[in-house]
């Protein structure tokens, strides 16, 4: 049976950990069994490129260096690979604890227990058994349903341009998008992509949901500057028509629309059944407004009330 | 066994430092410590006698173990705390950060979880550079999430008035609240006195809440996996199919569905399970003239009744 590759990868790690001197390919394939067992040089050699970006994937420095006779060896310097000190008390591990917990993917999820592991063996104290008694009963999970996240989290974690097709809320037909990747923000359970738009010149963002297909990285490094501070959240509010410019004037039906009241800047009962509300008025409102049906009547401005009775008579038609 | 290669090395490395300082440790105290079953835990201690800086020289770990405690016969130097990586490092700095954010967290919690924080960055160095590339914010419904968790700690009951989309309507009703969670929202799992039945409610739709002095009795009831989506429309559960053209796209994305068929205009037919078929009228109004229903008739038939009426508001005010 093949060696597990987890105890190939456990014992490159030691060997290159352990070693005062760096280790060349040949010393590494004699000492390690799984290496002897690969067969050809080319398979071998194939194995321990990809063995290497694990480890690295994992945290581990390992250096390169060629040796008087022109030899390439490798070695992770135990200062470079050492954890600094840090001691966390009770509490403060018991919320890392908590924290780590709110993954929902497996990637993240993966790293976020790995690195409390590593915390644990630098000696962070256990929870004791009482903390869940006088602590918040809040269970906190991030989603993460869609597929583009890995391949765009990677790409942002390394500045590596993408390109992905991406379908536009109103549009028929998906557009292939070249993106330099910048960040990604997830808010009301939905993840965006804030980066700079090659063929635009503009910086865009992106719902991942819309994204179709596989998202493929581009050679190359970034060519605009990445800005400090990126805008995800405000963006994605005017979209969703929370920033509100201007108000709006409708009658309600008594005892309908609670949402629509607990937004009203002002309100008052018209004594016939129906209550006149002032709220603000943003992008979205007009398909807001038509789902309360006959509830609702717009009184201005003009244009919303036009907006309404378009998308009204729409649905008249059937 | 671990299904992950990458995880189960990440987790051997951090176990070999953890058990040198513990000769004669518990499995069950090392299996609760790093997060893992015994199972998980017995499958690593398989795998590490086989590794070392070389199967040759008989340089392997001598660790093994009864079942019981585990022993490490020829403990080495190998083992220090290792650096975290930039994943581990993202995944835990990320959590942390959108968990400092909720609405409700406790003051205690809060402050613990800003000092791990701050030591984490520091100790994480440069490999928490990437950390600022993702971000969470949790949506804040800040005044009701205290009560429910103050109910939830003291185990008494609630009265809500809660606001129901589907019927656009205020109910009051007595609930035994059963847990927080959050997705997106923050919602309240609880037995609801009124409909002797497990409701979900989302925290920004209760109008109103008081916290009863009678204590909370919810039946014993399993805990629902949330990781398979909050809403699980069952099979028995009447069918819905809404036609929507490029503009109605969305629907694929807020409702869970059994299928969505691209259509040649790149709008979908989308077939939905719902247990109360005429709270979608709320969202044949809302499409316009992006989508309509195609069955169940009534429904149709109600939304176009529903537009005829609330158009007769408008003739004549021009």
């Given amino acids: 049976m093949a060696i597990a590759k987890a105890e190939r990868l456990m014992n490159l790690a030691l060997c290159l950990l352990g070693t005062r001197r760096p280790l060349s390919k040949r010393e590494l394939r004699g000492s390690i069994e799984a290496y002897l067992e690969a067969g050809t040089d080319d398979s071998f050699n194939r194995m321990f490129e990809r063995d290497k970006e694990d480890l690295r994937e994992l945290g581990l420095v390992i250096e390169t260096v060629e040796n008087l006779d022109g030899e390439t060896g490798y070695l992770a310097r135990r200062d470079s690979n050492r954890l600094p000190p840090i001691t966390l008390d009770a509490e403060e591990a018991a919320a890392l604890g908590l924290a780590a917990k709110v993954w929902q993917q497996a990637r993240l999820a993966g790293a976020a227990s790995g690195a409390l592991q590593k915390l644990r063996a630098a000696g962070m104290p256990e929870a004791e058994d009482a903390y869940e008694a006088h602590h918040s009963a809040l269970e906190p999970r991030i989603p993460v349903h869609e597929a583009a996240f890995e391949p765009l989290m990677l790409a942002c974690r390394d500045r590596r341009p993408v390109v992905f097709d991406y379908r536009k809320a109103n549009a028929a037909r998906p557009e292939q998008r070249q993106v330099e990747p910048w960040t990604l923000e997830c808010w009301r359970g939905h993840w965006y992509l804030a980066g700079w738009d090659r063929d635009r010149g503009a910086e865009r963002v992106f719902r991942l949901s819309r994204i179709t297909g ?78 309360f049906g006959p509830d609702v009547v717009v009184l201005e401005p003009a244009d919303l009330r036009a907006d309404v009775v378009e998308r009204l008579r729409a649905v008249a038609k059937g | 066994m671990a299904a992950n290669a990458i995880d189960q090395t990440r987790r051997m490395l951090s176990l070999v430092t953890y058990l040198r300082e513990r000769p004669g440790a518990h499995v069950s105290d090392v299996a609760r410590a790093f997060g893992i079953s015994e199972d998980e835990l017995i499958s690593d201690l398989d795998v590490l006698p086989m590794c070392g800086t070389s199967f040759r020289g008989g340089d392997l770990l001598d660790i093994d173990t009864d079942g019981d405690r585990i022993w490490w016969h020829n403990p080495d130097d190998v083992a220090e705390p290792l650096r975290l990586a930039a994943d581990e490092a993202t995944a835990l700095l990320v959590a942390a950060r959108a968990v400092t954010t909720l609405p409700g967290l406790r003051e205690g919690d809060r402050q613990a979880l800003l000092r791990a924080t701050a030591k984490l960055e520091a100790a994480a160095g440069e490999a928490a550079g990437a950390s600022s590339r993702l971000s969470v914010t949790f949506e804040s419904e800040g005044g009701v999430f205290a009560e429910v968790d103050r109910a939830i700690s003291e185990r008494r009951r609630l009265w809500l008035r809660y606001y129901s989309p ?153």
């Fill in chain 1, 214 to 291: 596989r998202v493929r990285s581009r050679a190359g490094s970034f060519t605009a500057p990445v800005p400090d501070a990126v805008t995800v959240r405000e963006t994605v509010e005017s979209w969703a028509g929370e920033t509100a410019t201007r108000s709006a004037l409708i009658r309600l039906r008594s005892g309908c629309g609670y949402p629509l009241r607990a937004r009203a800047v002002s309100s008052r009962d018209l004594g016939d059944g129906w209550d006149e509300l002032e709220i603000p008025y943003g992008h979205g409102l007009d398909a807001w407004l038509v789902e």
């Fill in chain 2, 166 to 318: 589907a019927r656009d309507e205020l109910t009051e009703r007595e609930v035994d609240p059963i847990r927080l969670f959050a997705v997106g929202h923050t919602y309240m799992e609880a037995w609801c006195r009124l409909s002797e039945a497990r409701r979900t409610f989302r925290l920004d739709r209760v109008a109103e809440i008081k916290l009863l002095d009678a204590p909370a009795a919810p039946p014993e009831l399993e805990l629902r996996d949330l990781s398979e989506g909050l809403v699980q429309p069952s099979a028995e559960d009447p069918e819905v199919v809404v036609e929507v053209g490029p503009g109605g796209r969305w629907v694929a994305e807020y409702y869970p569905h059994d299928s969505a068929e691209e259509q040649p205009d790149g709008g979908l037919r989308i077939t939905l399970r719902t247990p109360a078929p005429a709270s979608l009228r709320r969202l044949a109004l809302r499409l316009g003239g992006d989508g309509r229903i195609v069955s169940p008739r009534e429904l149709a038939e109600s939304a176009r009744l529903a537009a005829d009426e609330a158009l007769a508001a408008y003739d004549g005010r021009e």
